[in-house]
């Protein structure tokens, strides 16, 4: 099969260029921030996609247009999108599945519009859909109505009461009255606290902590950080996030979970402002950061999991595993690749072929490739990693980063006049504190002394710090 190299062209348009930065930038605000408007369906802007959303699906070729009329409006907030959008959400002519499924994205492109347009009206349609016979409508209309910020007492005992109900995910209810701060419910929901359901478990210690300030049901939720299933391991690190659980930071840096999942829950416990009065700035915290971003896989716990034979050490084996969707499985190959491949051209050919021949981008498996180009110093994919490095957009910061760090280990001094341009003009911290470190291994201390007098309180802080990057290791 002819392997087909991926360009991003038909994935981003440029970084913005040469402005000053804000501060800092949430993660939330990074995805949501043109986030798939060029990536899907380029065609379709504001007007089609209203055009389409006020069809009827027995009047269309393919009704599923009216779910991606719905998604695509998410990035146009206006008061025209709104009103198709509350239209659609308020025809309840049709049963057809196509026509719940529009709904339902109907209701979410609304919760991100945050209220600004028509919020009564918004939010009377919201609470009617709680009353729906179609649970997932119930469950995105009670994630949106706590998106908007909803907190009035009907309001909150309508959400409440949802926990009654069988057919509906608790997860999200239990998050919702967190959101809303219903202390009247955190008897109810301390019924789930032993929950079979880990996901559900892990919310309900979660919305009591949060409401109750009882810290001592938060060792359940750390335990299931080190459950062997994923998507229980991005639940428990979701809801301490959402707590802000300080005392649990080491253990979300050890996860082998994503990158992205991760930097956004240490973020939310240190503060988008340095106003932890149980949190002071240290040599230790300072470590502990650079250990997140450097994200190398010694120093992941990998709940165990081993490679013990000489096949399931093989660079074949750990390729294959950079390109599992389990971060666990993913840092084990790397993991492997740097203990026993570390310098094998030919390991590194390998990881860069698989990659080359993936006709899709991967996103999972990108970031794990190009930090494992990186451990393997595979100077041949040094303008793969630069190119990337330059131009993909800031939904990429993870891979962004990943490919900084990479070139950095590979000693590029190419990349080094990328790494302060990016690095001063990106509001992206965690982008940020990897071209700090990047720089700084590379001999070059600008970028340090720029950013003494950075906007944002961690990466000042940092910047700062007398401490250096020596002891990140391979």
Same mark, same amino acid.
């Given at each position: 099969?002819?392997?087909?190299?991926?360009?991003?062209?038909?994935?981003?348009?440029?970084?913005?260029?040469?402005?000053?930065?804000?501060?800092? !930038?949430?993660?939330?605000?990074?995805?949501?921030?043109?986030?798939?408007?060029?990536?899907?369906?380029?065609?379709?802007?504001?007007?089609?996609?209203?055009?389409?959303?006020?069809? @009827?699906?027995?009047?269309?070729?393919?009704?599923?247009?009216? &779910?991606?009329?719905?998604?695509?409006?998410?990035?146009?907030?206006? !008061?025209?999108?709104?009103?198709?959008?509350?239209?659609?959400?308020?025809?309840?002519?049709?049963?057809?599945?196509?026509?719940?499924?529009?709904?339902?994205?109907?209701?979410?492109?609304?919760?991100?519009?945050? @209220?600004?347009?028509?919020?009564?009206?918004?939010?009377?349609?919201?609470?009617?859909?709680?009353?729906?016979?179609?649970?997932?409508?119930?469950?995105?209309?009670?994630?949106?109505?706590?998106?908007? #910020?909803?907190?009035?007492?009907?309001?909150?005992?309508?959400?409440?009461?949802?926990?009654?109900?069988?057919?509906?995910?608790?997860?999200?209810?239990?998050?919702?009255?967190?959101? =809303?701060?219903?202390?009247?419910?955190?008897?109810?929901?301390?019924? &789930?606290?032993?929950?079979?359901?880990?996901?559900?478990?892990?919310?309900?210690?979660?919305? *009591?902590?949060?409401?109750? #300030?009882?810290?001592?049901? =938060?060792?359940?939720?750390?335990?299931?950080?080190?459950?062997?299933?994923?998507?229980?391991?991005?639940?428990?690190?979701?809801?301490?996030?959402?707590?802000?659980?300080?005392?649990?930071?080491?253990? *979300?840096?050890?996860?082998?979970?994503?990158?992205?999942?991760?930097?956004?829950?240490?973020?939310?416990? *240190? @503060?988008?402002?340095?106003?932890?009065?149980?949190?002071?700035?240290?040599?230790?915290?300072? /470590?502990?950061?650079?250990?997140?971003?450097?994200?190398?896989?010694?120093?992941?716990?990998?709940?165990?999991?081993?490679?013990?034979?000489?096949?399931?050490?093989? *660079? !074949?084996?750990?390729?294959?595993?950079?390109?599992?969707?389990?971060?666990?499985?993913?840092?084990?190959?790397? /993991?492997?690749?740097?203990?026993?491949?570390?310098?094998?051209?030919?390991? @590194?050919?390998?990881?860069?072929?698989?990659?080359?021949? =993936?006709?899709?981008?991967?996103?999972?498996?990108?970031?794990?490739?190009?930090?494992?180009?990186?451990?393997?110093?595979?100077?041949?994919?040094?303008?793969?990693?630069?190119?990337?490095?330059?131009?993909?957009?800031?939904?990429?910061?993870?891979?962004?980063?990943?490919?900084?760090?990479?070139?950095?280990?590979?000693?590029?001094?190419?990349?080094?006049?990328?790494?302060? /341009?990016?690095?001063?003009?990106?509001?992206?911290?965690?982008?940020?504190?990897?071209?700090?470190?990047?720089?700084?291994?590379?001999?070059?201390?600008?970028?340090?002394?720029?950013? !003494?007098?950075?906007?944002?309180?961690?990466?000042?802080?940092?910047?700062?710090?007398?401490?250096?990057?020596?002891?990140?290791?391979?």
């Amino acid at each position: 099969m002819r392997c087909a190299r991926r360009r991003w062209e038909f994935i981003c348009l440029a970084e913005s260029g040469g402005q000053t930065a804000p501060a800092f !930038q949430r993660t939330e605000e990074t995805f949501q921030q043109d986030a798939g408007k060029d990536l899907f369906f380029p065609a379709l802007d504001e007007e089609k996609a209203i055009e389409l959303i006020g069809m @009827g699906s027995t009047d269309m070729e393919d009704p599923s247009e009216r &779910y991606i009329a719905a998604e695509r409006l998410k990035f146009y907030p206006s !008061q025209a999108s709104t009103d198709a959008l509350l239209k659609c959400v308020n025809d309840r002519s049709s049963t057809e599945l196509y026509d719940l499924v529009a709904r339902r994205k109907s209701i979410e492109s609304l919760g991100h519009f945050n @209220g600004e347009f028509s919020r009564e009206e918004v939010v009377e349609t919201l609470v009617s859909s709680l009353q729906s016979s179609d649970p997932y409508e119930v469950e995105v209309a009670v994630w949106a109505l706590s998106k908007l #910020g909803v907190k009035t007492p009907d309001v909150v005992d309508a959400v409440d009461a949802i926990l009654d109900r069988d057919d509906v995910n608790k997860r999200v209810v239990i998050q919702s009255l967190a959101q =809303m701060n219903s202390k009247k419910s955190v008897d109810k929901i301390s019924r &789930y606290l032993d929950d079979d359901d880990l996901a559900t478990r892990c919310s309900a210690i979660g919305a *009591v902590y949060s409401m109750s #300030g009882n810290d001592a049901v =938060m060792g359940g939720i750390c335990d299931v950080l080190r459950s062997n299933d994923l998507n229980q391991r991005r639940a428990a690190i979701e809801d301490i996030t959402r707590a802000k659980y300080l005392p649990a930071l080491d253990r *979300v840096i050890e996860t082998p979970n994503s990158l992205v999942l991760k930097s956004r829950a240490v973020r939310e416990m *240190v @503060g988008a402002e340095n106003r932890r009065e149980d949190l002071k700035w240290s040599e230790d915290l300072a /470590k502990k950061l650079d250990i997140l971003i450097w994200d190398n896989p010694r120093s992941i716990n990998l709940l165990g999991t081993v490679a013990d034979t000489s096949k399931a050490r093989s *660079v !074949q084996r750990c390729v294959n595993r950079l390109f599992n969707n389990d971060a666990l499985q993913s840092y084990l190959g790397a /993991k492997v690749l740097l203990e026993d491949h570390r310098d094998n051209d030919e390991a @590194g050919a390998q990881v860069l072929d698989r990659f080359n021949c =993936m006709e899709y981008f991967d996103y999972f498996a990108a970031y794990h490739v190009f930090k494992a180009l990186g451990w393997l110093s595979y100077k041949p994919a040094e303008s793969l990693l630069l190119d990337n490095f330059r131009t993909l957009p800031p939904r990429f910061f993870n891979h962004k980063a990943g490919a900084c760090l990479s070139l950095c280990k590979m000693g590029s001094e190419s990349a080094l006049e990328d790494f302060l /341009k990016i690095g001063k003009e990106s509001n992206i911290w965690e982008l940020t504190y990897a071209c700090l470190i990047a720089a700084e291994r590379l001999g070059d201390d600008r970028l340090r002394r720029e950013l !003494q007098d950075d906007s944002d309180w961690l990466i000042r802080s940092r910047a700062q710090t007398e401490l250096g990057f020596e002891h990140l290791t391979l």
